[in-house]
C-alpha cells in the first residue's frame, strides 16, 4: 500500500517566493496533520483537518502560512511570502479514526535563501 | 499544557546491548502514548503505541515499552540492538480531547560497532 505521498522532497527558493508544499494521504483515513521540524523548536504541529476541515490551526506561525484540503486525497501548505526563518522539514500525516497512529511522509526539506 | 519529557537526548551503545530510552509524561486522566522511530532524511515511523490495556506494549523490530501510571513513565527498551537501529526516537502522547500529538525533544541513538 501506498504511505503518505509529500511533494517535493526538496525545495530551495529565495525570500519572498512563495512556496506550495503537496500531501496525498492514505486512502481511506480521515485526519490530515501538517508538522513542521526544527532543530530549535523539534517537532511542532501546524494545523490538522477531519474530513477535509481545518480543526486547529493554532499552530500556524502566523498569516504567510496557509493551508487546504480541497478533497479527501489531497491538501497543500502554502508559504507567502517565504522567509529564511521557514526553514526546516514539513512532514504531512495522516490517521484513520481517533486516537490512532499517525503516519507520515518523507517530508519536504525547505530552505528558503 | 500537557508534556512530554525524553530526558536523554543522546544514547551511545555498543551493538547486542540492551538499551533504555526514556520518556516521561505529564500526568492527565486518560493518555494515549507513542514511540516514533526516524532514520536519516525520512519520515517517522511508529514502533508502538499505548492506547488502553496491558501496560506492557510490544512493537515493531523487537522493541517494547512499559506504561508506568504512578510514574508517568513509558521507557522505550530492547534487550539488543543492531547497528540498524541507529536513528532518533521521539515519545509523543495525544494531547486530551484533541488529535494533536505533543513530541518530546528526541533521543539519537547510536549504536556501535
Known amino acids: 500500500d501506498a504511505g503518505v505521498i509529500q511533494s517535493p522532497r526538496h525545495e530551495v527558493t529565495e525570500m519572498g517566493q512563495e512556496v506550495t508544499l503537496r500531501c496525498k494521504p492514505i486512502s481511506g483515513h480521515d485526519y490530515l496533520f501538517w508538522y513542521r521540524q526544527t532543530m530549535m523548536r523539534g517537532l511542532e504541529l501546524l494545523i490538522y483537518f477531519n474530513n477535509n476541515v481545518p480543526i486547529d490551526d493554532s499552530g500556524m506561525p502566523e498569516d504567510r502560512f496557509s493551508a487546504k484540503m480541497p478533497n479527501a486525497s489531497f491538501s497543500t501548505l502554502k508559504i507567502q511570502p517565504s522567509e529564511p526563518r521557514d526553514s526546516a522539514v514539513y512532514f504531512c500525516?495522516?490517521?484513520?479514526?481517533?486516537?490512532?497512529?499517525?503516519?507520515f511522509g518523507d517530508g519536504t526539506r525547505l530552505s528558503i535563501l | 499544557a500537557q508534556s512530554v519529557t525524553q530526558l536523554d537526548s543522546q544514547v551511545p551503545v555498543f551493538e547486542e546491548a540492551p538499551v533504555e530510552l526514556r520518556c516521561n509524561y505529564s500526568s492527565s486522566v486518560s493518555v494515549y502514548l507513542f514511540w516514533y522511530v526516524q532514520y536519516p532524511n525520512q519520515g517517522l515511523q511508529l514502533l508502538l503505541k499505548y492506547l488502553s490495556g496491558s501496560t506492557l506494549v510490544k512493537g515493531i523490530n523487537g522493541f517494547e515499552a512499559e506504561f508506568n501510571k504512578s510514574q508517568t513513565s513509558f521507557h522505550l527498551r530492547k534487550p539488543s540492538v543492531h547497528i540498524s537501529d541507529t536513528a532518533e526516537y521521539f515519545c509523543?502522547?495525544?494531547?486530551?480531547?484533541?488529535?494533536?500529538?505533543?513530541f518530546g525533544k528526541g533521543t539519537k541513538l547510536t549504536v556501535n560497532p
Open positions: 509523543a502522547r495525544l494531547q486530551g480531547g484533541s488529535e494533536k500529538l505533543v
Open positions: 500525516a495522516s490517521s484513520m479514526g481517533r486516537s490512532q497512529p499517525q503516519h
